[in-house]
């Protein structure tokens, strides 16, 4: 019986989340992510010592929309109706 999980896999006893050996963080629900989302979403409100996802050099950049489900509610109408009313008069 052979494990399907490589070996340099790093499990996360804090977040509940196992990250590959290139960076890819499988989430315990949903698909995986970075460690940018992985911090934005967990270890950023954990502070836990047994985190291993607290070095900001392997975090690298974390984006706004690492903290979101998606993307998509970043856009909101206000944008739009903005747009809409300062119509250019000439
Ligand atoms: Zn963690």
Redesign the pocket.
């Known amino acids: 019986m052979e494990s399907n999980q490589p070996q340099n896999l790093q499990i996360?006893p804090?977040?509940n989340?196992s990250i590959t050996e290139d960076g890819q963080v499988n989430f315990s629900t949903g698909s995986p992510g970075t460690r940018a989302r992985?911090y934005a979403r967990?270890?950023n409100y954990?502070q836990k010592p047994g985190?291993?996802?607290?070095e900001s050099q392997l975090i690298g950049k974390v984006n706004p929309e690492d903290g979101f489900e998606s993307g998509e509610n970043l856009l909101t109408p206000f944008f739009s109706s903005l747009d809409q009313s300062t119509k250019q008069t000439q």
């Open positions: 996360c804090v977040c989340v992985l967990v270890c954990v985190c291993i996802n607290q």
